[in-house]
């Protein structure tokens, strides 16, 4: 057993003999605590497993070889997008970082290290620090490692994103914009139904019943890099819901739906649904038309700013926000909405109780004698 050592960032820190490498080398296991108590104990537990051969001589893998096996073996299974995820995490992030050290050399400051340098990216540094977080625990069941140095790390704080429904100019270029019938429908769909964007795109004739007046949301298309791939059964459980299509919406629709002669609403190359290619040249061709639409007016632009940072993810808080002014219940809102539970909706209502009170305060503020 090495000496105890205090590191700078006040933690000791020893390393542990077990046995040798093929080389002739000796193979240590790197442990360090809080106090110099606790790190005796730790050596102590590492001593007990490596004489019940609980621990194996490996330990000295790359984190990157570890990491790609990882990702491989027990995150095939997941969806396209986490998968796209932890790919991007692993290869872009992790490996050119830290993955030539060792797993037994990875210390917490190289890990700190990495998140610092993406410190201006909040949610990227939430995605590496969850990711290390696995690797290093399946490497301890692996018993390749007995600490996870991953998990005190600091992440940079996080900025809310900011909510918003549309604009009145928004709302008034969707009814101008010069749009194709069929950027007309998917726009109206996002707007009269709160509908997730891959929802939307997975819509089929078969799904609306314009005699009940409804749409009936099933599944969701997905992106696997261009293709798209339709995913039967919505985002969970609570996403497959019917949601009643207002009468505004009905008078389009009816002779949009006559006009197809796909199955598929939104039909991308031979009938199939839309690429992400295509998606993406549809919704910049939205956008372009709508701040056409501001600006065709010379008069009416005069003071008029671009539209800006429009999404679709907008259009479906627009909607929960109607939802809020119509009067229906938080409980029918998660129902219409898809979500698994209240948590989003009681934030957007409560959101827009605070709204509807600070107006009250300002009127009684302004119109008193």
């Given at each position: 057993?090495g000496?105890?050592?205090?590191r ?6 020893t ?20 106090t110099e ?13 490596i004489?019940?051969?609980?621990v ?7 984190l990157?070889e ?9 995150k095939s ?15 872009h992030y ?15 400051s ?44 600091v ?11 549309l604009?009145?100019q ?6 101008t ?5 069929t ?5 109206l ?9 891959g ?39 609570a ?13 389009f ?62 259009f ?7 939802l ?46």
């Amino acid at each position: 057993m090495g000496k105890f050592k205090k590191r700078k960032d006040g933690r000791y820190a020893t390393t542990v003999m077990n046995g040798y490498k093929p080389d002739g080398r000796p193979n240590t296991i790197f442990v360090s605590a809080k106090t110099e108590k606790q790190l005796r104990e730790k050596v102590l537990a590492v001593q007990m497993s490596i004489k019940q051969n609980l621990v194996v001589k490996t330990s000295d893998t790359p984190l990157a070889e570890y990491a790609k096996n990882w990702k491989d073996t027990y995150k095939s299974a997941v969806g396209i997008n986490t998968k796209a995820m932890y790919d991007n995490i692993v290869n872009h992030y992790i490996i050119p970082s830290i993955g030539h050290l060792p797993l037994n050399q990875i210390r917490r400051s190289d890990i700190q290290g990495m998140i610092n340098d993406n410190q201006t990216h909040a949610r990227t540094c939430e995605q590496i620090k969850m990711t290390i977080v696995q690797i290093l625990n399946s490497a301890i069941d692996d018993s390749l490692l007995v600490e996870n140095v991953a998990k005190k790390v600091v992440l940079p704080k996080r900025k809310k994103a900011e909510r918003r429904a549309l604009t009145e100019q928004e709302k008034t270029a969707i009814k101008t914009a010069d749009l194709t019938e069929t950027e007309r429908a998917f726009v109206l769909f996002l707007f009269y139904t709160g509908l997730r964007r891959g929802e939307a795109l997975a819509l089929t004739k078969a799904d609306i019943n314009l005699k009940e007046k409804t749409v009936s949301v099933n599944k969701a298309v997905v992106f696997d890099v261009n293709k798209s791939i339709v995913k039967d059964g919505a985002k969970s459980d609570a996403g497959n819901r019917t949601i009643p299509l207002p009468d505004a919406f009905i008078a389009f629709l009816r002779p949009f739906l006559r006009s197809l002669d796909t199955f598929y609403l939104f039909p991308g190359k031979n009938g199939e649904t839309y690429s992400k290619t295509q998606y993406v040249h549809m919704w910049n061709s939205i956008t372009k038309n709508l701040n056409n639409a501001v600006t065709s007016d010379r008069e009416k632009a005069i003071g008029a700013k671009p539209i800006q940072g429009l999404t679709a993810h907008i259009f479906r808080h627009n909607y929960c926000t109607m939802l809020y002014y119509s009067g229906i219940s938080q409980k029918k809102a998660v129902e219409l909405m898809g979500h698994s539970d209240l948590k989003m909706i009681m934030e957007v209502y409560a959101h827009l109780d605070e709204q509807k009170e600070a107006v009250r305060d300002k009127i009684n503020n302004a119109i008193a004698l």
